[in-house]
């Protein structure tokens, strides 16, 4: 993911909670506790990458949503 967002991608799709069965189509490879896909491991790695998450009222804003 780091490597998606340094190169220029806005966007982390395949988010799976962490109490989700699901698998989702990343790292087929590894346990899913090594995927760190989950909503808290995605903002840990932003914020790490001095990064923030947007929030929705910003989406709706900049997309032309009512808010």
Not at 30 to 38: M, N
């Amino acid at each position: 993911m780091v490597h998606r967002l340094n190169a220029g991608a806005n966007v982390v799709t395949s988010i799976i909670p962490s109490d989700s069965a699901l698998e989702g189509v990343v790292n087929y490879d590894r346990g899913l506790e090594e995927r760190h896909r989950d909503p808290k491991s995605v903002i840990e790695c932003l914020r790490i990458m001095g990064m923030e998450p947007a929030s929705q009222s910003d989406f709706n804003r900049i997309v032309g949503l009512a808010a």
